[in-house]
Each structure stands twice: as structure tokens, then as C-alpha cells.
């Protein structure tokens, strides 16, 4: 047998005996309390390290001057969960919440002991002895969100679109829908909406991002987040994975979880913070109701911006009354935003079911509540993601059995009746008195500035405004040359129109 083979079989022999390395254990401080902030704990996570065989020790240093271990002296050691999460509250007692400086240390349980952890006692600096244990020191940080994404309608009926793809006989978690099969049906809602958004990044989905970008929309892109640490960090994982590879224009982690109290406040700011690390440029966020949002401080510190879920429906409101309180819901988190942009990502009125208090389900008040609700977002330039695309059949356990009959769609792809396209709908363009008229009648906007009359003022306000009316008006109004886009022909055959 010739001598090359036997090397190439012996080098191969060598690779699959040895093991591979394994990385080394590590340590992240991620939800730290910015200045001014009455947060009194702080959240990290573990990697690559046993959550039975490893502990954290936090020190913090108050008023600049000095350190010690927290929980307590008597009690310095932080537990680990089993999916790397850790948090622990360093406001117990004194002036601990001028903290404003935060050391995290990885020690293995077998070291400690004696004099690990040093208590310090006040000591003006971090014990040299634990160097050797991996570790992580900040400062409070200043809050900065990143750019939230551009929410514009481009030349669709909606703004955005949550997209349940599992229909009739197919569930989530037991279904792996094929590229193929997503790809069809993503095919159908995306001529109505610039946003899609979807809840999972497993079983098929992580291909959502990459075939709603080549069918020309954007991504909202989500990771289902449950009680179950190994899942959730999973879904975490695929969420970063597509972040990175850019298949998001934004990321959401985690839906309802704190309505549902899957996770706690710590621990899903904790997530929060760590994907942004993980994912440079993409805004992160998670969805959730507004009482929750309203009651968790530190999740909205930790997000670019809100995600939030607005339902009139489960409140028992009437539908006459069902846009102005989703408007309502709107404000209230918008108060406790800190400049961030509110998005609404899901509203809607299932068509079928029981009812729930004055919510009465059915096909008239379904189509009233999207044609009306829209209209008013888009008057008040509220982003929003409607909810949603099909009836999901295996909603089963939802109260009052209406749980498929939220769709736009049926589970068979067919487009129920009266939905969209909604009503035209005309913004009051920025200059203007009123909102545009067509005065004729002919789908054609003449009166441009809302003033009761069509003349030259018309042209002159279309035409600095041409490009907010391609972003937000129907184009159809506008189009007077007929050619599909706003340009400035149009401007042309406007001042012809007088």
C-alpha cells in the first residue's frame, strides 16, 4: 500500500481522538442601571461554564470611593441558571443605590472558601487575587437606543403584517415548513404590507427574514421565548444568527413573556441587552401588553424601541369605541418611552368566537375595526403591525373558541371578503389646512392643501411635498399621469389639471 494514504488515514485517526478545545468560560454584565435609575439589581450572563460547578460574586463601588461584595458580605455568591442567566440585587441596605461602578467574577465552586471571595470592607480598589477568574466591570451606562427603522408605508395597505404561517392541521413546534411552502405563502400577504413579522427562528422560520427581503419587505423578526431555558437559548441563538447575517431590520425577543410571567423583568432585559451585543446595527426589542411595559422599567431601558400589544377586544369594548382606545393604549406607553418610537405590533378583531363583555366577534365589526383603527394610526403616523395574516387553526384554547378567526386570510390562502383594501384614506400634508379633496369625483386629488379649492398653491405644496406623499399617501390620488410612481410629470399634469 503506498506510504501517502496511510498518512492522510493516521492524521485522520489523530483529528477524531483528540479532543476539540472548548472555549473558556466567560463572564457579561449586561442590564446595568443607567444614572439616575432606581433599578436596585443587575443581570448578566455566563457562557461555556456549569451552572453547578460555577458561581458569580458581584462587587459594586458607591460614591466613587469604595467596594464590597453584594448581595451582602454574609451572602456574596450569585447562583447561575442552567441557560447561563444570572442577576443579582446590589441595593440592599446604606446608599447602595449611588452605586456607580459594577465588577462581575466567574468562580469555580471548588475555590471557594476562606478568604474567596474577599470581603474588602470598604477597600478603595478590586482584589488583584481574583484576576485570574474571568470578569467583567462597568460603569452606569448612558442610555442610548439605537435608530429605530424606517415604519413608512411603501405603496401598501398596511403598514405591517403578523404572520402565523402554520395553518389547518399544522402547529408550531411540531411542523417544519419548507422554503418552499413559506415562500408561497409570504407571497400572498406581502403585496399588502411593507413589514411582515413572525414569532419564531426554528422549524422553517429561519428563513423568514431572507425571503421577506427578496419579495421587497421588511423583517420583524422574532425568537419565541417560554419557561424553558434550553429552548429559550436556542431561540436566542437563531435570533442572533439571523441578525447577523442580516435578515432583520429588527429583532424582537421574546413575545407576551411577561404577561404570561415566563420570564422576569431581569431576566428578559438580561436577553435583551445580550443580543444587542451580539447583533451591532439592528434594532432590539420585545412585545409585549401595555400594562406590562407601563409596570417594567427596566425592560423599556432596554429596548430601542417599544413593541407593544393592544387589544380593545379582550377588554370587552365596543367596536365603536375599540380605534380611540387603541389610540389611547398608544399614549400611555408613548409617555413612558423615553423618546423611543411605540409601535403597536399586533391589534385586530377575531370575526368569529364568542363575545367578551360589549366585543362582539363577527365578519361586519372584524372589517370595521381594520378599516377604522388603520385609518386613525395613520392620521395620528402610528407604526403598527396588524394581526393578523391567516386563521391559525390549532388557536384552539383561546377564550371563547376565537382564536382562529383573527386572519386577513383563511387557512386556505383565500382573502376574506371587505377587508382590503382599506378605504382610501388621505393624511393632511404638512402645509396644508384640511386633508386633500378630490373634487371631481375622478380618484384624483386636485384640492392638495385642503382649502376648498383647486389653483396654484396646489402645485406648489405638491411639489415640495412629493416625496412624505409617495411614503404616505395611496400613490393612486396622486398619479395623474398614470404611470405607477409620484415624479414630477405628475407635478406637470397637475398645473395642467387647473
Given at each position: 500500500?503506498?506510504?501517502?494514504?496511510?498518512?492522510?488515514?493516521?492524521?485522520?485517526?489523530?483529528?477524531?481522538?483528540?479532543?476539540?478545545?472548548?472555549?473558556?468560560?466567560?463572564?457579561?454584565?449586561?442590564?446595568?442601571?443607567?444614572?439616575?435609575s432606581?433599578?436596585d439589581?443587575?443581570?448578566?450572563?455566563?457562557?461555556d461554564?456549569?451552572?453547578a460547578?460555577?458561581?458569580?460574586?458581584?462587587?459594586?463601588?458607591v460614591?466613587?470611593?469604595?467596594?464590597?461584595?453584594?448581595?451582602t458580605?454574609?451572602?456574596?455568591?450569585?447562583?447561575?441558571?442552567s441557560?447561563?442567566?444570572?442577576?443579582?440585587?446590589f441595593?440592599?441596605?446604606?446608599?447602595?443605590?449611588?452605586?456607580?461602578?459594577?465588577?462581575?467574577?466567574?468562580?469555580?465552586?471548588i475555590?471557594?472558601?476562606?478568604?474567596?471571595?474577599?470581603?474588602?470592607?470598604?477597600?478603595?480598589?478590586?482584589?488583584?487575587?481574583?484576576d485570574?477568574?474571568?470578569?467583567?466591570?462597568?460603569?452606569?451606562p448612558?442610555?442610548?437606543?439605537?435608530?429605530?427603522?424606517?415604519?413608512?408605508?411603501n405603496?401598501?395597505?398596511?403598514?405591517?403584517?403578523?404572520v402565523?404561517?402554520?395553518?389547518?392541521?399544522?402547529?408550531?413546534?411540531?411542523?417544519?415548513?419548507?422554503?418552499?411552502?413559506?415562500?408561497?405563502?409570504?407571497?400572498?400577504?406581502?403585496?399588502?404590507a411593507?413589514?411582515?413579522?413572525?414569532?419564531?427562528?426554528?422549524?422553517?422560520?429561519?428563513?423568514?427574514?431572507?425571503?421577506?427581503?427578496a419579495?421587497?419587505r421588511?423583517?420583524?423578526?422574532?425568537?419565541?421565548?417560554?419557561i424553558?431555558?434550553?429552548?429559550?437559548?436556542?431561540s436566542?441563538?437563531?435570533?442572533v444568527?439571523?441578525?447577523?447575517?442580516?435578515?432583520?431590520?429588527?429583532?424582537?425577543?421574546?413575545?407576551?413573556?411577561l404577561?404570561?410571567g415566563d420570564?422576569?423583568?431581569?431576566?428578559?432585559a438580561?436577553?435583551?441587552?445580550?443580543?444587542?451585543r451580539e447583533?451591532?446595527?439592528?434594532?432590539?426589542?420585545?412585545?409585549d401588553g401595555?400594562?406590562?411595559?407601563?409596570?417594567?422599567?427596566?425592560?423599556?431601558?432596554?429596548?430601542?424601541?417599544?413593541v407593544?400589544?393592544?387589544?380593545?377586544?379582550?377588554?370587552?369594548?365596543?367596536?365603536?369605541a375599540?380605534?380611540?382606545?387603541t389610540?389611547a393604549?398608544?399614549?400611555?406607553?408613548?409617555?413612558?418611552?423615553?423618546?423611543r418610537?411605540?409601535v403597536?405590533?399586533?391589534?385586530g378583531?377575531?370575526?368569529?368566537?364568542?363575545?367578551?363583555?360589549?366585543?362582539?366577534?363577527?365578519?361586519?365589526?372584524?372589517?370595521?375595526?381594520?378599516?377604522?383603527?388603520?385609518?386613525?394610526?395613520?392620521?395620528?403616523?402610528?407604526?403598527?403591525f396588524?394581526?393578523?395574516?391567516?386563521?391559525?387553526?390549532w388557536?384552539?384554547?383561546?377564550?371563547?373558541?376565537?382564536?382562529?378567526?383573527?386572519?386577513?386570510?383563511?387557512?386556505d390562502?383565500?382573502?376574506?371578503?371587505?377587508r382590503?383594501p382599506?378605504?382610501?384614506?388621505?393624511?393632511?400634508?404638512?402645509?396644508?389646512?384640511?386633508?386633500?379633496?378630490d373634487?371631481?369625483?375622478?380618484?384624483?386629488?386636485?384640492d392638495?392643501?385642503g382649502?376648498?379649492?383647486?389653483?396654484?398653491?396646489d402645485?406648489?405644496?405638491?411639489?415640495?411635498?412629493?416625496?412624505?406623499?409617495?411614503a404616505?399617501?395611496?400613490?393612486a390620488?396622486?398619479d395623474?399621469?398614470?404611470?405607477?410612481?409620484?415624479?414630477f410629470a405628475?407635478?406637470?399634469?397637475?398645473?395642467?389639471?387647473?
Open positions: 500500500m503506498p506510504r501517502t494514504p496511510c498518512i492522510a488515514l493516521l492524521a485522520l485517526l489523530v483529528l477524531l481522538l483528540v479532543p476539540a478545545a472548548s472555549s473558556e468560560p466567560s463572564i457579561a454584565l449586561l442590564s446595568v442601571p443607567s444614572p439616575g432606581t433599578q439589581w443587575v443581570a448578566g450572563m455566563v457562557e461554564a456549569a451552572s460547578d460555577w458561581c458569580v460574586v458581584l462587587y459594586v463601588q460614591d466613587g470611593r469604595w467596594w464590597g461584595p453584594k448581595p458580605w454574609m451572602e456574596p455568591l450569585t447562583p447561575i441558571r441557560d447561563g442567566l444570572w442577576n443579582a440585587t441595593a440592599t441596605g446604606g446608599n447602595d443605590l449611588a452605586a456607580t461602578r459594577f465588577a462581575a467574577y466567574l468562580l469555580p465552586r475555590a471557594v472558601g476562606g478568604s474567596v471571595p474577599p470581603e474588602l470592607n470598604g477597600a478603595s480598589a478590586l482584589p488583584f487575587s481574583l485570574q477568574y474571568p470578569h467583567d466591570e462597568r460603569a452606569r448612558i442610555s442610548a437606543h439605537r435608530a429605530t427603522p424606517n415604519f413608512a408605508r405603496n401598501t395597505d398596511l403598514v405591517g403584517l403578523c402565523g404561517p402554520y395553518l389547518n392541521g399544522e402547529r408550531p413546534g411540531e411542523t417544519v415548513l419548507s422554503a418552499s411552502v413559506l415562500r408561497s405563502r409570504l407571497t400572498v400577504v406581502a403585496p399588502r411593507t413589514w411582515l413579522r413572525c414569532y419564531g427562528v426554528e422549524d422553517g422560520l429561519e428563513e423568514f427574514g431572507a425571503i421577506t427581503h419579495l421587497g421588511r423583517a420583524a423578526v422574532g425568537a419565541w421565548l417560554s424553558d431555558p434550553a429552548a429559550n437559548r436556542r436566542l441563538l437563531a435570533l444568527e439571523c441578525g447577523q447575517s442580516g435578515g432583520a431590520d429588527l429583532l424582537i425577543v421574546g413575545s407576551e413573556c404577561l404570561r420570564l422576569s423583568e431581569r431576566d428578559l438580561a436577553c435583551l441587552e445580550w443580543v444587542r447583533v451591532p446595527g439592528v434594532p432590539i426589542a420585545t412585545a401595555y400594562a406590562e411595559l407601563l409596570a417594567h422599567p427596566a425592560v423599556v431601558e432596554a429596548s430601542d424601541l417599544l407593544v400589544h393592544v387589544y380593545p377586544f379582550w377588554e370587552g369594548v365596543d367596536v365603536a375599540a380605534p380611540a382606545r389610540v393604549a398608544w399614549e400611555s406607553v408613548t409617555a413612558v418611552a423615553g423618546g418610537t411605540v403597536i405590533g399586533e391589534l378583531w377575531p370575526d368569529a368566537g364568542g363575545p367578551n363583555g360589549q366585543s362582539i366577534p363577527s365578519k361586519e365589526n372584524a372589517v370595521r375595526y381594520l378599516h377604522e383603527t388603520t385609518a386613525l394610526l395613520d392620521a395620528h403616523g402610528v407604526p403598527y396588524y394581526f393578523s395574516a391567516f386563521d391559525e387553526a388557536k384552539i384554547a383561546e377564550p371563547g373558541g376565537v382564536g382562529p378567526h383573527w386572519g386577513i386570510w383563511t387557512g390562502l383565500a382573502q376574506k371578503s371587505g382590503l382599506p378605504p382610501v384614506s388621505l393624511l393632511l400634508v404638512s402645509g396644508g389646512s384640511a386633508r386633500p379633496q373634487r371631481d369625483g375622478d380618484g384624483l386629488v386636485e392638495v392643501n382649502n376648498g379649492r383647486a389653483d396654484f398653491a402645485v406648489v405644496l405638491f411639489f415640495n411635498q412629493m416625496d412624505w406623499i409617495a404616505n399617501e395611496p400613490i390620488a396622486f395623474y399621469n398614470g404611470n405607477g410612481r409620484i415624479d405628475d407635478v406637470v399634469r397637475l398645473f395642467d389639471r387647473l
